[in-house]
């Protein structure tokens, strides 16, 4: 019912309007948002985008602040001058384009049976509710010969923000033609929730890092709001079957679905489909990237903050690991700046996911390592070759006494040998790395 009250205003307002100004102060200071203000979305992004650009130039070409600012003072003068002119011939083009508007007339909506409709939108993945959406904003725009509408826009592109303006159009219809019945309002207003709550379930994992932690979750809550309202849909489908046969008795039901919903059913499979064979090894390669990342935010940061909270500053650790797995470093930053991210920005990933378990786990870690620093020091007393050594005395010593930062200090010292010695770390990160190692053509 929208463009039927602009209609009435824009109408009322060009009967009463004086002679556009030639130069107007509100659009000088507003500029581009004058227009937008204005109901001109066209103009607003042209207008917009024109001086962004033109001002980009100019900051480019000159390097100068002050052109890009003289650019944009042009803008907003010129702006001032056609603004009002532009606002009026904009009122009596909407003016024409629908003066035929008529929402008085009853629209006779897209007709599917309600199975039909729930298993096209299950087996496309989604796709068909929005082609249904298409296809009765395409009845509302014939019917009620609303220019102003544009079905592909306003049903497949930006669906989900159009979905209860279409839902209290149906509803007016339906009760004119009395075919309303119970909880109508209940079930449209269900889905016009539910089907933008599925597109930002599906889009926060792609926003917000931390939503790796909750992705059964989320995924849950996707399946459980898709189940709904496929649900919700074929209900308010029934109430415009009902309305569509009594508004033209000679409307007989499609006994099966057109080539177009077959099209569409399949397009959405196919999407499908090729996002779950193209996702499979992307999420694989991910996981090793992953695997990769958690391996040396451990050994370069885990080590040295643990150590840290023993009292123990470990320095040499980390810059025997970066020299000694260089290579290894070198492939995962190629692998991380088609996200514009390096290691160490990654790294903060880890660094919120296991802030929590991370000392345990290098604790346990650090005792397992104790036996070697054991041998590392004992080698180090027999070389020295210190008097009255006795290498039982030591060992039986060494490992009663030995410290949390003596372990830290002794593994920062033997940073070398204690890498080297320990192949199966070595295999585990070489290989992991080499699965994200991009292949040669």
């Not at 107007?24 to 500029?31: L, R």
């Not at 008529?102 to 082609?131: D, H, K, M, W």
């Not at 006994?255 to 099209?263: L, Q, R, S």
Request: hydrophobic share 50%.
């Amino acid at each position: 019912m929208h463009t039927e009250t602009k209609l009435s205003v824009y109408q009322k307002e060009l009967k009463d309007a004086s002679a556009p100004r030639r130069f107007s102060a509100y659009a000088f200071v507003f500029n581009s948002f004058y227009f937008l203000a204005k109901g001109m979305y066209a103009w607003f992004a042209g207008w917009f985008a024109l001086g962004t650009a033109l001002a980009a130039t100019t900051l480019i070409a000159f390097g100068s602040w002050t052109a890009a600012a003289a650019v944009l003072l042009v803008m907003r003068t010129v702006c001032a001058f056609i603004a009002d002119r532009l606002r009026l011939q904009h009122i009596k083009n909407f003016i024409a384009r629908n003066q035929n508007v008529n929402y008085s007339r009853p629209v006779i909506f897209y007709q599917l049976p309600t199975r039909q409709l729930a298993a096209a939108a299950f087996l496309s993945g989604g796709l068909f509710e929005f082609y249904w959406l298409y296809k009765n904003w395409q009845a509302v725009r014939k019917d009620a010969r609303d220019e102003e509408i544009r079905p592909f826009w306003q049903g497949i592109v930006f669906g989900i923000f159009f979905v209860w303006p279409l839902m209290k159009i149906i509803r007016l219809n339906l009760n004119r033609s009395k075919t309303e019945g119970k909880h109508f309002t209940a079930f449209a207003g269900g889905y016009a929730v539910l089907l933008p709550l599925q597109a930002a379930l599906g889009v926060v994992p792609l926003l917000w890092t931390g939503a790796q932690n909750f992705l059964p979750l989320l995924w849950a809550g996707y399946l459980a709001a898709w189940i709904v309202g496929l649900f919700l849909l074929a209900a308010v489908q029934k109430r415009i079957n009902f309305h569509d046969r009594k508004s033209n008795r000679k409307l007989e039901m499609p006994a099966f679905v057109g080539k177009a919903e077959i099209a569409v059913v399949l397009l959405g499979l196919a999407l499908n489909l090729g996002l779950l064979f193209l996702r499979m090894p992307a999420e694989q390669n991910d996981e090793n990237l992953g695997l990769a990342l958690g391996s040396t935010y451990r050994m370069m940061e885990g080590y040295p903050d643990f150590c840290r909270k023993q009292g123990y500053e470990m320095t040499n650790f980390p810059k025997v690991y970066a020299k000694y797995f260089a290579p290894e470093i070198k492939i995962i930053n190629e692998r991380l700046q088609p996200y514009g991210l390096t290691m160490e920005q990654a790294w903060t990933f880890f660094r919120i996911k296991l802030e929590k378990v991370m000392d345990e786990s290098i604790m346990s870690e650090f005792m397992a390592l104790k036996p070697a620093i054991i041998e590392l020091i004992v080698r180090q007393y027999k070389q020295e070759k210190v008097e009255n050594f006795d290498e039982a005395v030591a060992r039986k010593f060494l490992n009663d006494e030995i410290t949390l930062p003596v372990l830290c200090s002794e593994t920062d010292r033997h940073a070398q040998e204690i890498i080297d010695s320990n192949k199966t770390y070595q295999n585990f990160i070489r290989q992991t790395v080499n699965a994200i190692r991009p292949q040669q053509p």
